[in-house]
Structure formats: structure tokens, C-alpha cells
């Protein structure tokens, strides 16, 4: 089978798939972060975290940029770049490109932390999960492989975990809170844990 007429359509799928194990590993490994207590995991997981949220801002790029390549689909600067141009499942394509631009711009806000301030920093970044949820979605509306079963078994190894702990969150279950002090008939009151 000769692979080259199709080389940057295969780049394209790969780069992207990847990106969405990718950023679904960053939110899993962000969540377990901000419910985590002490401090010495935390910066071993900022650490893994902020390298598996470069990495996906990498694959992004060039899911995006190697369809540039591609002589059947043939989407143009503007057809990777603006939502809604690419004739391409436009609705799918279009949640594709705001999501990269806002897991861009968030992703790299990080970097902001000291100007922004940290309160307002990470105020913004949890608007991450809104757009990996968009990318997961684009994923299924738009991935070619998204209906294979292979493709499925493995995204959901990934995007699954990822969801549940944002639905902990999002339920106020999987948040790093003071624990309130236990206080009973005959119990000391020990403060925080």
C-alpha cells in the first residue's frame, strides 16, 4: 500500500488523536493536582502536567498545519485557522479550531501566572475543561477513526478518567477545601488535616 498521496491526511489524524490523549492526560494529572494536600507530589505532577500540556499544544500544531499537505482535503491557511471556513464538517472543524485556540491560550497563560496574578490565573484556567471537552467533541464529529473500535477503546482509556474527575470537581466532590474540623460528644477538635 503506498502511504505517500495520503502522508499528510495520516500526519493529520495521528497528531491529533494524539492530542487528545495528550490534553486528556494534562486535565487528569491538573485535577489530581489541584485535590492533592502536600506539596512535594504537587510539583512532581506540575512538572508532568505542564510537559504533557506543551507537548499536546505541539500535536495541535501539527494536526493542523499538516492538512496544509493535503491535496484531497486541501483546506488552505484560513481552512485550519478560522472556524467555519473548512468545507470539511464545518461545525465539527470549527469547535476543533476554538478549542486548540483556547487550550492554546490557556495552556500558555501559565507562563502570565505572575503578571495576571495566581487568583486570577487559575480562575481562568479552569475554562481548560470547557475547551477539552470541545476537542473531545470535535474529536467524535469530526476524527475520521472516531467510530473504530480500536480508536475508541483507546481514547476512552484516556478521556474517561479524565471526565470523572472533572465531574468530581464539577459535583464539588474532587476540590482541594480545608477539611472542616471534626467536633463530637468527647472528640478533639484537631483543626485541618
Not at 486528556?24 to 504537587?42: F, N, P
Amino acid at each position: 500500500m503506498n502511504v505517500a498521496p495520503h502522508l499528510f491526511w495520516i500526519t493529520s489524524r495521528a497528531a491529533g488523536g494524539a492530542a487528545l490523549l495528550l490534553a486528556s492526560a494534562s486535565v487528569t494529572v491538573g485535577l489530581m493536582i489541584s485535590a492533592r494536600r502536600g506539596t512535594s507530589s504537587k510539583r512532581d505532577l506540575r512538572s508532568v502536567h505542564e510537559a504533557l500540556s506543551l507537548t499536546t499544544l505541539a500535536m495541535v500544531a501539527v494536526h493542523g498545519l499538516s492538512l496544509l499537505g493535503d491535496a484531497y482535503l486541501d483546506p488552505g491557511l484560513a481552512g485550519i485557522a478560522i472556524p467555519f471556513v473548512s468545507f470539511y464538517r464545518p461545525l465539527w472543524t470549527a469547535l476543533g479550531i476554538v478549542a486548540g485556540y483556547g487550550l492554546a491560550a490557556l495552556g500558555l497563560s501559565y507562563y502570565l501566572r505572575d503578571r495576571i496574578g495566581a487568583s486570577r490565573w487559575r480562575r481562568l484556567h479552569r475554562l481548560t475543561a470547557v475547551f477539552w471537552v470541545a476537542a473531545v467533541v470535535h474529536t467524535i464529529g469530526a476524527g475520521s477513526d472516531a467510530a473504530e473500535p480500536w480508536f475508541l477503546a483507546i481514547s476512552a482509556a484516556f478521556v474517561v478518567p479524565a471526565a470523572l474527575l472533572l465531574a468530581l470537581r464539577w459535583l464539588g466532590r474532587g476540590r482541594n477545601a480545608e477539611a472542616a474540623p471534626i467536633a463530637s460528644v468527647g472528640a478533639l477538635d484537631t483543626g485541618p488535616r
